[in-house]
């Protein structure tokens, strides 16, 4: 029986746009806003970072191989829960696993409800970066510059890029 085997607690986006992400950000924004709770897995799509130019973009490279990885997704579930009421804001995290199962079980488990994407071990994404281990941060400000990588300055990086000046921690 289809409807006892599909598994709805994980939704598995696919583009079908001209190729530039237009389509799947707005797919991704929406699904954002009318179901908060449910984890989003990308499959089968390059994500452009030309579709969140204007916005600060945190990139976050992790595997579930990653020990602290693994640990930290409860900070980072927490931080962007509370960065994502800022609406320049976006964050998706790249994962270097090989299975993608693998990667959408831990997703799904964890509820992670920002854009997932598996890049796999041999990235171009992550040389790009010059990503050489796991976690890894990059954030970028809306003008497509890297403001930031690692994690020692990013809160700080955070906050200077989207204007917070609370003095409560993300």
């Known amino acids: ?12 986006v696919f583009d079908a746009g001209v190729g530039d992400g237009t389509v799947l950000t707005r ?4 699904m954002r806003r009318r179901f908060p709770t449910i984890p989003a897995y990308v499959v089968g799509k390059e994500i ?11 990139l976050y490279f992790w595997s579930t191989s990653c020990a602290p990885c693994v640990a930290s997704m409860p900070k980072m579930k927490e931080s962007y829960e509370a960065l994502s009421k800022y609406q320049d804001f976006a964050m998706v995290s790249l994962s270097g696993d090989a299975n993608e199962p693998t ?9 992670l409800t920002w854009p997932q994407v598996r890049i796999g071990e041999d990235s171009k994404i992550a040389a790009a970066y010059s990503v050489t281990g796991y976690p890894s ?8 510059k890297i ?24």
């Open 147 to 170: 403001l930031c990588t690692g994690a020692s300055r990013l809160d700080a990086a955070l906050r200077e890029a989207l204007e917070i000046t609370d003095n409560k921690s993300n």
């Open 48 to 58: 452009s970072l030309e579709g969140h130019r204007g916005k600060v973009l945190l």
């Open 103 to 111: 990667v959408q079980k831990f997703v799904n488990e964890q509820k």
């Open 137 to 144: 941060y990059v954030l970028i400000g809306r003008d497509g």
């Open 1 to 12: 029986d289809l409807e006892t085997e599909t598994d709805l607690s994980t939704l598995r």
């Open 27 to 30: 797919v991704m924004r929406e």
